[in-house]
Each structure stands twice: as C-alpha cells, then as structure tokens.
C-alpha cells in the first residue's frame, strides 16, 4: 500500500466533506436537516454519498466497495446531522450559546470517523 495514495485520499475526502457540508448546502438543506418529513437532510446526505462515490470510483476501487461506501456515507451523514440538529433544538443550543460549538465539533467529528473507517475498510482490509 502506497502511504502517498492513502494520503491524497484522505486529503481529497476532507476537500469533499468542507465543499458538500459548507460551501454547497443552502439554507433549505440546513434549516430541515431535523425534519424527517422534508428532503433537505435527505438530498444534503445524498450529496455527500454522490461526491464520496464519486472519489471512492475515481481511486480504482471495486464497484461494491464504492456502492457500499457511498451508502454508509449517505445513512451516516443523515443520522449525525439528524441527530445534531434535534439535540440542539431540544437543549435550545444556537450559535449565541457555546454548547452550540461543541455540538458542532460533535458532529463534524462523527463524520470524521465515518471517513477513518472508509479508510479502514479501502486500505486495510
């Protein structure tokens, strides 16, 4: 295993991650990531799944792998963000309140793990 291959991976998923979770999610995906009833958290995860197919294919890896992966992102992403977005509002945590940061540490570290075990299931095992 290439350690530089392992690396660019990385590198390449965390670029995806801030574009998906900052830059291209509007205030429809964020506002109702909560609400199980509206596609803004289903077509917000959908997003990460899509990119993180799009990079896992683009390293080579078997179509399974990439299938497999891009669902786990996808489940994944939509749980955590659930989950955070209704913590939140039932601790009435907003971005005025420091618990509002460490929720959003919480969350953003959930993804992270996500991706160390996609690193673990493409170039370990």
Not at 24 to 40: A, C, I, T, V
Not at 67 to 81: E, G, P, Q, R, T
């Amino acid at each position: 295993m290439d350690i530089l291959v392992v690396f660019l991976f990385i590198v390449v998923m965390q670029v995806k991650h801030f574009l998906v979770d900052f830059c291209y999610q509007p205030e429809w995906m964020w506002r109702n990531k909560g609400d199980l009833e509206h596609p803004g958290g289903y077509v917000h995860a959908g997003l990460h799944a899509l990119a993180s197919l799009l990079v896992i294919a683009a390293f080579g890896f078997h179509w399974y792998l990439v299938v497999l992966l891009a669902a786990i992102d996808f489940l994944s992403h939509y749980v955590i963000d659930y989950t955070k977005m209704n913590s939140c509002k039932a601790l009435e945590l907003t971005p005025m309140k420091p618990g509002f940061y460490i929720a959003l540490g919480l969350d953003q570290m959930a993804h992270q793990l996500v991706y160390a075990f996609m690193v673990l299931m493409l170039f370990v095992y």
